[in-house]
């Protein structure tokens, strides 16, 4: 089946340092990637929409300058965390559409990010 | 934009009753309702969806139902077993590339 390979599982950054977390479709064209966020006991949030080839469709109150989504090409999207703060630290994922007769959504294995 | 609304928020089955949790959505043009099952630090791990061109789908012990003209979907898991306990989301989308809405959540215990 469809498998989306999201790296690093977990990472501890310091305070207006940058983290760059990458999500590869590994067996089928990732058309769109959805980028989400979640915070202890809540549910996830989309940050934003990314097609290949165009810029990101922010959600309401997603700052874009500081969450640089990039997806350069159909099997790679990658999220970056700029001037990080211990705001930010949270449980990303990603998640893509555009498997082979749209089976769904595939998603990563999520990225828990420290800021200390 | 979509709007999905989970209840209740928690629930706690003795083994072997039923569970029972409910979603509305917003967007009439939503059409494709996934329920997920969440363990802590996890992904989320397809359970069961559905279609809107069908009411109900049934997959062993678990069923979802959907009322397209009353928009709203219900997960039902019957003979809860202990490994059932985790949180369970319920989705809204429109298909094809467009993002998929989640409900609040809910946390699903299993008395033994």
């Known amino acids: 089946g469809a498998v989306v390979s999201q790296h690093p599982s977990w990472v501890i950054c310091k305070s207006g340092t940058s983290v760059k977390i990458e999500c590869r479709s590994l067996d089928f064209q990732a058309t769109t990637m959805f980028w989400y966020r979640q915070f202890p006991k809540q549910s996830l949030m989309l940050m934003a929409t990314s097609n290949e080839g165009s810029k990101a469709t922010y959600e309401q109150g997603v700052e874009k300058d500081k969450f640089l989504i990039n997806h350069a090409s159909l099997t790679l999207s990658t999220l970056t965390v700029t001037s990080a703060h211990p705001e930010d630290s949270s449980f990303y994922i990603c998640?893509?559409?555009?498997?082979?007769?749209?089976?769904?959504?595939?998603f990563g294995s999520g990225t828990r990010l420290t800021v200390v | 934009g979509e709007n999905v609304e989970q209840h209740p928020s928690t629930l706690s089955v003795q083994e072997g009753d039923s569970a029972v949790i409910k979603c509305t959505y917003s967007?009439?043009?939503?059409?494709?309702f996934p329920w997920y099952k969440q363990e802590l630090g996890k992904r989320p791990q397809l359970i069961i969806d559905?279609?809107?061109?069908?009411g109900e789908k049934k997959d062993q012990r678990i069923a979802v139902t959907l009322n397209k003209t009353a928009k709203h979907f219900s997960l039902h898991i019957t003979e809860t077993q202990p490994e059932d306990s985790a949180v369970y989301f319920c989705?809204?989308?429109?298909?094809?590339?467009?993002?998929?809405?989640f409900g609040t959540g809910t946390r699903l215990t299993i008395i033994p």
């Open positions: 559905i279609r809107s061109n069908v």
């Open positions: 989705a809204a989308s429109r298909g094809g590339n467009e993002k998929l809405t």
């Open positions: 967007d009439s043009a939503s059409n494709y």
């Open positions: 998640s893509a559409s555009g498997g082979t007769g749209w089976g769904g959504y595939t």
